[in-house]
């Protein structure tokens, strides 16, 4: 499975963002997918997650301000992120799970100013 993600940039606090991530290859049979975040000096985390049958999970931290949707036909899932933060800045990673193996896309980096 490859993931490819699209969507970071900068933006001021406030704004909002889009991220995207198409998976391809043997996407197949995916059953969940999410987006994390590495800060500097933190440890990677999971920002939101969805099942395959569309069941969603969000770090408390950005619940309210993130949505995260899925295209199974097209394999791929949207993270709308609004009322962006500083402390929202990251490199945000997709991430897939199939037959319980973990895939990574590249990072795209989000920059949030104040």
């Known amino acids: 499975v490859q993931l490819q993600a699209s969507g970071g940039g900068l933006v001021q606090a406030g704004g909002s963002l889009r991220l995207s991530c198409a998976a391809s290859?043997?996407?197949?049979?995916?059953?969940?997918m999410a987006w994390y975040r590495q800060a500097p000096g933190k440890e990677r985390e999971l920002v939101a997650g969805i099942s395959s049958g569309g069941e969603t999970n969000y770090a408390d931290s950005v619940k309210g301000r993130f949505t995260i949707s899925r295209d199974n036909d097209k394999n791929t899932i949207d993270l709308q992120m609004d009322s962006l933060k500083p402390e929202d800045t990251a490199v945000y990673y997709c991430n897939a799970v199939k037959f319980a193996l973990g895939f990574w896309g590249q990072g795209t980096q989000v920059t949030v100013s104040s």
């Open positions: 290859g043997s996407a197949k049979s995916i059953i969940y």
